[in-house]
């Protein structure tokens, strides 16, 4: 298995610009989570699906943040436009939701955004 | 929300001394899980406990979930230069989100 795998690994933009991060979780899992992570805040829960279906979305920062699963294998978050507090690791987790290690996340290696 | 407190946030250790990092809830949690990243990686998932007042071991930590099942620790025993890294308390709540806690950076002074 290769586990969650998260695009790209790094990214460095300029403020305005669209940002576009990609997760592809575990075959088999149905839930998925995005998180950021930044020093003065740790890891936050930006929002999570079930099922390809967002169940929670309070913790996205505001309108320019976007997230989509149009299917099982396949996530985006988007954030339009940046700004340079934007600036931190991404992180994509999914877990089974059923059976062993149901409730167990795995994490991709995550993105580094830079927003200058 | 409910949150899941931990302290401390850092911790600088000498190499071969003990090391414990504590999580607190206001509320009751259905159990608790720890994570463990290393400098520059992702979170992995090190353990769950679930029932009240469960103690268990993996090497040199011990995990142990308090009987009113709002608290939870992680004791590492002799400390090694490999423990470096962050600990995370979090929350499977209701099997559903996860929630972290801030984290306990631990560093070993070689």
């Known amino acids: 298995d290769a586990g969650v795998i998260q695009s790209p690994r790094h990214e460095v933009t300029e403020m305005g610009q669209e940002v576009t991060l990609r997760c592809k979780p575990i075959?088999?899992?149905?839930?998925l989570f995005w998180y950021r992570q930044t020093m003065m805040r740790g890891l936050e829960l930006l929002i999570y699906f079930n099922n390809n279906v967002p169940i929670d979305d309070s913790g996205m920062p505001e309108d320019r943040f976007s997230a989509k699963m149009p299917n099982a294998s396949f996530s985006t978050l988007k954030i339009q436009p940046s700004e340079p507090r934007d600036s931190a690791v991404y992180f994509c987790?999914?877990?089974?939701?059923?059976?062993?290690?149901?409730?167990?996340?795995?994490f991709g290696a995550g993105s580094r955004l830079t927003v200058l | 929300g409910q949150q899941v407190m931990q302290i401390p946030q850092y911790q600088h250790v000498q190499e071969g001394e003990d090391f414990t990092t504590y999580c607190n809830s206001s509320?009751?949690?259905?159990?608790i899980q720890w994570y463990k990243q290393r400098p520059g990686g992702h979170p992995v998932f090190l353990i769950q406990?679930?029932?009240?007042?469960e103690v268990k071991k993996q090497k040199r930590l011990t995990f142990q979930f308090g009987e009113a099942k709002k608290n939870s620790s992680l004791h590492i025993t002799a400390t090694q230069t490999t423990d470096v890294g962050t600990y995370f308390c979090?929350?499977?709540?209701?099997?559903?989100?996860?929630?972290f806690g801030i984290g306990t950076k631990l560093q070993v002074i070689p």
């Open positions: 075959s088999g899992h149905n839930s």
């Open positions: 509320t009751t949690l259905s159990n």
């Open positions: 406990l679930v029932k009240s007042g």
């Open positions: 987790a999914s877990k089974p939701g059923q059976g062993y290690g149901a409730n167990v996340l795995t």
């Open positions: 979090a929350d499977p709540r209701g099997y559903q989100k996860v929630t």
